[in-house]
């Protein structure tokens, strides 16, 4: 795998607020960021400059790393066009935004069959969105990983399958082998978690599958 501390900046807000500008906080993933350096806010794609970054001891540093949980200071965009979820990452290495991914689901528990169109809200880093399965794509068998040719009609407790999970709009993922951290999730039904998965697959606007 590559190092961390080398791939490009990751790091997903799980809060945000007003104090001399614009702060967001968070745990930096992937990569490195440095006072007065310019990165890029996804799913919007605002740049934006770093003008002081705090530790978890609220001191002041130059930078910090991979591993790091901080509190940063930035100037070109404002506290309300920021959502939780959303990612500061590198400028020219930003991180995919996609509303429509494949992805291997396990059902641990749920009373009903999953078929095609069932909703769900999903947790995948500090994001949460309210999903739909628009696509029931592969069984797979538990013992040898192998897909089956043709589509399951459902999904139900123990099983595990590949399904096409779609959002409303922009949601910042990769995929699992690029990024665990960005590539895991739950999802959830009335607060309980009935799946958890890994993202496989990312979609973009051009594709017809």
Do not use: W
Not at 18 to 32: F, L, N, P, Q, R
Not at 106 to 128: E, F, R, S, W
Not at 142 to 157: A, D, E, I, W
Not at 193 to 198: F, N, P, T
């Amino acid at each position: 795998m590559d190092d961390p501390h080398s791939t490009p900046l990751r790091m997903p807000v799980n809060e945000k607020y007003k104090d001399m500008g614009t702060v967001v906080v968070g745990k930096i993933e992937a990569g490195s960021l440095k006072k007065g350096s310019t990165f890029l806010m996804m799913p919007n794609s605002v740049k934006v400059e770093v003008q002081a970054i705090f530790n978890e001891l609220e001191e002041e540093i130059p930078a910090a790393a991979v591993g790091d949980n901080v509190r940063i200071r930035l100037r070109g965009i404002e506290e309300e066009d920021i959502m939780i979820g959303f990612v500061l990452c590198h400028l020219k290495y930003p991180v995919h935004a996609v509303s429509k991914f494949e992805a291997q689901l396990g059902i641990l528990d749920h009373k009903n069959m999953i078929c095609a169109g069932y909703t769900a809200v999903l947790h995948i880093h500090n994001a949460i969105e309210e999903v739909s399965l628009s696509a029931m794509l592969h069984l797979l068998d538990k013992k040898t990983g192998r897909k089956s040719k043709r589509p399951p009609q459902f999904l139900k407790k123990s099983q595990q399958g590949i399904v096409m999970i779609e959002t409303s709009g922009p949601l910042c993922v990769e995929t699992f082998t690029d990024s665990p951290r960005l590539g895991r999730f739950t999802l959830r039904d009335e607060g309980k978690i009935i799946a958890i998965g890994k993202v496989t697959k990312l979609h973009f606007g051009n594709d017809e599958a």
